[in-house]
């Protein structure tokens, strides 16, 4: 087994796309990911959650995030749940 670190998840499905990577871990299942790649069962389950500097205003769902004037950090290349993929589609500012 050879690790290989790159600078993001998007440049890892990058790689694995183009086959210089054989396998990766923490993926989330996508039709259009499906279209080169396999995937394992889950090998772990989690549950997914928001988490604000202390001194923000409370969030208790994801249309908060777009009813309020709030700033989001997000990993690129990620995957966050289709809730969220609509709510991107639908405020995509």
């Given at each position: 087994m050879k690790w290989t670190?790159?600078?993001?998840?998007?440049?890892?499905q990058a790689e694995l796309k183009n086959g210089r990577v054989d396998i990766t871990y923490a993926a989330s299942y996508t039709e259009q990911r499906a279209q080169y790649a396999h995937f394992s069962?889950?090998?772990?389950?989690?549950?997914?959650?928001?988490y604000k500097h202390k001194d923000s205003a409370d969030v208790t769902s994801l249309?908060?995030?777009?009813s309020q004037d709030f700033t989001a950090g997000i990993n690129r290349g990620s995957f966050?749940?289709?809730e969220l993929e609509q709510l991107k589609t639908k405020y995509s500012k």
């Amino acid at each position: 087994m050879k690790w290989t670190y790159f600078p993001s998840f998007s440049r890892v499905q990058a790689e694995l796309k183009n086959g210089r990577v054989d396998i990766t871990y923490a993926a989330s299942y996508t039709e259009q990911r499906a279209q080169y790649a396999h995937f394992s069962l889950p090998y772990r389950e989690e549950i997914m959650l928001l988490y604000k500097h202390k001194d923000s205003a409370d969030v208790t769902s994801l249309a908060d995030l777009f009813s309020q004037d709030f700033t989001a950090g997000i990993n690129r290349g990620s995957f966050f749940g289709d809730e969220l993929e609509q709510l991107k589609t639908k405020y995509s500012k």
